[in-house]
Nanobody, 124 residues
């Protein structure tokens, strides 16, 4: 079982990045995906989630209107498009999955599988 987040990097305020979460070793289309971030010295924050079929999505207030989550079950991959990035978006971003809910939930723990994170750094 593997979830691999990629696509992080360093951008200036207002820039964009697209994160990818590639899954293998389990039934990706039976799991919802959540993107979770953790900044230095702060608690983990669930920022966005997407249901198995992609029809249900949620966003935290801190990213609503700027981030867009999507998934391609044929490619076993989920994405997080991040626009209008701010310095406060700087964090390690993780993707995680859970197979017990048909919708999705903005959780920051209790997930079935976790990927290694990818660093996003936004400079002012």
């Amino acid at each position: 079982v593997q979830l691999q987040a990629s696509g992080g990097g360093s951008v200036q305020t207002g820039g964009s990045l697209r994160l990818s979460c590639a899954a293998s070793g389990f039934s990706f289309d039976y799991h919802y995906i959540t993107w979770i971030r953790q900044a230095p010295g702060k608690e983990r924050e669930g920022v966005s989630c997407i249901s198995r079929n992609g029809r249900v999505t949620y966003y935290s207030d801190s990213v609503k209107g700027r981030f867009t989550i999507s998934r391609d079950n044929a490619k076993n991959t989920a994405y997080l498009l991040m626009n209008s990035l701010k310095p406060e978006d700087t964090a390690v971003y993780y993707c995680a999955s859970e197979g017990r809910l048909s919708g999705c939930a903005l959780k920051n723990d209790g997930m079935d599988y976790w990927g290694k994170g990818t660093q996003v750094t936004v400079s002012s």
